[in-house]
């Protein structure tokens, strides 16, 4: 099944504006999606993500697996229908969370072992058993089971995991293969179902990524990631592996960036022609009082705040900024109010979806498409 990605502008420096369509939203790229680790973006209702104008958001299968469980979800008509939300999902493979949350892991060529860190229940994970949980919860772009490497690891470790991946994603894709369209919302076999992504790893070794990248195009994926950055290695190292892999990938197939970054740094990256970044940094932050502005970041508890009628950010339309000031964020934060959370989240996405849609924009004027003739 070939990917529809139609790529609409392409800007000097790699960039380009697209159209990713997946079976529920046509996605506008270069595109920031939003993480809802359990179903849920932390605090915010699905109406204000729409509002808000965000195109694809994630679940993490991991969580999604242990609760409420991948059948009662396939049960529940599936991921989009179990959480109201009709616009578009992704699911990661597990394979980050298993490797950065579980206790106990043991891993092997056949898959991993591991405790639940919600109740220490055993669990063994191989990649048919991702790609099955990943069908069952039905999001419009599923993901290979890798194995993320941990930073800083040596040589002959970062091989043997990058063995391990290569040998899941071939695994990854011939059970994908056989089973994509059983996903809950494809009823006929013709229809547009999922797609699948694979993962290039490597460490932060540049030829092991190159190799990663050139094998994982052969099998034929329907776009490709990036994983395993953003853990901990200097911002010079991920922007020089990013460098190294992008012009490795087709042109033509959607290209992924996985758990990225601050403000400058998804914007870098789109500039470069990356077409999808997810990162848990802008909710997670707003939960801890940290803004993102057109100013620079705000930490919203300093004292300095404490009578500040202004808008948290002068230059943002969004409806915390339209309507709140910064004293009251404070307050709120302060007192421990709920809504802290969510006012605080809800411009930080904003802020971040706005980056995005600058970047499109600029594409669009930078390198107007032809008019007919
Ligand atoms: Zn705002």
């Known amino acids: 099944m070939s990917t529809e990605f139609d790529i609409l502008q392409t800007a000097k420096g790699g960039g380009r504006r697209a159209r990713l ?10 595109v920031f999606m939003p993480v809802g680790t359990a179903g849920a ?8 993500l729409e509002a808000l104008g965000a195109q694809i958001i ?3 299968t991991y969580h999604l697996y242990l609760r409420p469980g991948h059948e009662a979800i396939r049960r529940l008509g599936g991921l989009h229908r179990f959480m109201s939300w009709p616009r578009a999902l992704l699911t ?7 490797f950065s949350l579980s206790d106990l892991r043991k891993v092997t060529d056949e898959g991993v072992q591991f405790r639940s860190h919600l109740d220490g229940s055993s669990h063994f994970f191989t990649p048919e ?20 490497t941990e930073y800083p690891a040596d040589r002959a470790r970062a091989e043997e995991s990058l063995r391990l991946t290569m040998a899941w994603a071939r695994r990854s894709l011939d059970y994908f293969g056989a089973h994509r369209h059983e996903v809950v919302w494809c009823e006929e076999p013709e229809e547009r179902t999922q797609l699948l992504f694979g993962i290039v790893q490597g460490g932060m070794f540049a030829d092991l990524r190159r190799a990663c990248a050139e094998q994982l195009v052969e099998m034929e994926f329907d776009g490709y990631a990036i994983g395993g950055l953003s853990v901990g290695e200097p911002r010079e190292l991920t922007l020089e592996m990013i460098g190294e892999v992008l012009p490795l990938l087709p042109a033509d197939k959607p290209r992924y960036v996985m758990g990225v970054g601050y403000p400058d740094e998804i914007e870098l990256y789109a500039r470069m022609g990356v077409d999808m970044m997810d990162c848990v940094l802008p909710t997670r932050a707003a939960r801890h009082g940290l803004l993102f502005t057109s100013e620079g970041r705000v930490n919203i508890k300093n004292a300095r705040y404490a009578e500040d009628q202004g808008p948290p950010d002068p230059a943002c339309d969004c409806p915390v900024c339209r309507r709140y000031s910064r004293a009251y964020l404070r307050h709120l934060m302060q007192a421990g109010e709920a809504l802290s959370g969510a006012l605080n989240t809800i411009h930080n996405l904003a802020y971040y979806l706005g980056i995005m849609r600058r970047v499109r924009e600029s594409m669009v004027a930078e390198n107007p498409a032809p008019r007919p003739s």
């Open 21 to 30: 369509e997946l079976p529920h939203q046509t996605v506008e790229t270069p």
């Open 41 to 48: 973006v932390k605090a915010v209702p699905q109406e204000t």
């Open 129 to 148: 058993h991702a790609m099955e949980v990943q069908i069952a919860l039905a999001a419009d772009i599923a993901m290979a089971f890798d194995e993320c």
């Open 92 to 98: 990661d493979s597990g394979g980050f969370q298993v």
């Open 58 to 60: 994630l679940g993490n």
